[in-house]
C-alpha cells in the first residue's frame, strides 16, 4: 500500500506508548519533543524514560497493558512497542476496534501508521520513506540527504518565519507575499549563510526584504 505522508500536530494531544524498550524509548523522544502528552504503560522501562517520567514529561503506569487503559487514557495514537509480538497485536486490535490509530512496532504493514525516516533541521523537517520496499535505499537517501541540507537551511528558515507577519500586515496578496520569499530563496542569501558570514547574509536578506516593504507602502 502508498502510505499517505503526513505532519501532525501532536501539542497537548493524548499518546499512549505500550512498553519501555529501547524503541519505545526512542518513538517517546520525538512524541515529547512534539509536546505530545505522552503515557507508558509498561512494569519494566529504561532508564531514560524513568527520568523522563521523575522530571514530569510523561506519565508512567508501572503495570502491564490492559485494553480498558485505553478508555481511561483516551490517546489519539497508540505505539504497540513490547517485546511480546502477540501482546503487540492485541493493543492493535484493541485500538483499532475503537477507532484509535495504532503503530505496532513487530508489524509495520499491519499497522495504521509508521514513522518515517527524517532529517531535522528546525524548524524544517524532511521525511522519506519507500513505504516499507527498501529501508537500506531509505538510508541511503538519508545520508545523502543530509549533506546536503545543512544548518544554512535551518538559519534562512528562522529568518523567513519572523518576517511573515511583517510581510502580512504590508502586503495583502498570497501572490505578492510569495514573490518576497521566493526572491529571497532565489537569491545568494543561503550560499553567503554557508561561507560563514552572517552579517552579509541578513544584510542581503533585509535589502530584499526592505525593497518589497517600501514598493507596497508607496503604492
Known amino acids: ?3 499517505y505522508l503526513v505532519a501532525l500536530h501532536l501539542q497537548h494531544k493524548s499518546v499512549l506508548v505500550v512498553g519501555g524498550c529501547e524503541v519505545a524509548t526512542r518513538k517517546i523522544r520525538g512524541l515529547i519533543e512534539a509536546e505530545a502528552q505522552v503515557t507508558v504503560i509498561s512494569p519494566r522501562v529504561s532508564e531514560t524514560i524513568r527520568l523522563l517520567a521523575n522530571a514530569g514529561q510523561l506519565a508512567w503506569m508501572d503495570s502491564i497493558y490492559r485494553s480498558e487503559v485505553l478508555d481511561s487514557v483516551k490517546p489519539i495514537l497508540v505505539i504497540a512497542a513490547t517485546d ?11 485500538a483499532q476496534a475503537r477507532h484509535i490509530l495504532a503503530n505496532n512496532v513487530s508489524s509495520s504493514e499491519r499497522s495504521d501508521f509508521t514513522n518515517v525516516a527524517t532529517i531535522d533541521r528546525d524548524p524544517i523537517q524532511i521525511g522519506i520513506s519507500s513505504g516499507g520496499a527498501s529501508p537500506g535505499l531509505v538510508r541511503q537517501i538519508k545520508s545523502e540527504i543530509d549533506a546536503i541540507v545543512d544548518d544554512s537551511y535551518a538559519l534562512l528558515a528562522q529568518w523567513l518565519d519572523n518576517i511573515r507577519d511583517s510581510v502580512e500586515s504590508v502586503i495583502p496578496t498570497q501572490t505578492d507575499r510569495q514573490a518576497v520569499y521566493q526572491d529571497i530563496v532565489a537569491s545568494d542569501v543561503l550560499t553567503v549563510i554557508g561561507t560563514g558570514d552572517v552579517l552579509l547574509a541578513r544584510a542581503k536578506f533585509d535589502a530584499i526584504l526592505r525593497s518589497h516593504l517600501a514598493e507596497k507602502q508607496v503604492l
Not at 511480546?84 to 484493541?94: E, F, G, K, S, T
Open 1 to 3: 500500500m502508498k502510505p
Open 84 to 94: 511480546d509480538p502477540n501482546v503487540n497485536a492485541d493493543i492493535l486490535r484493541d
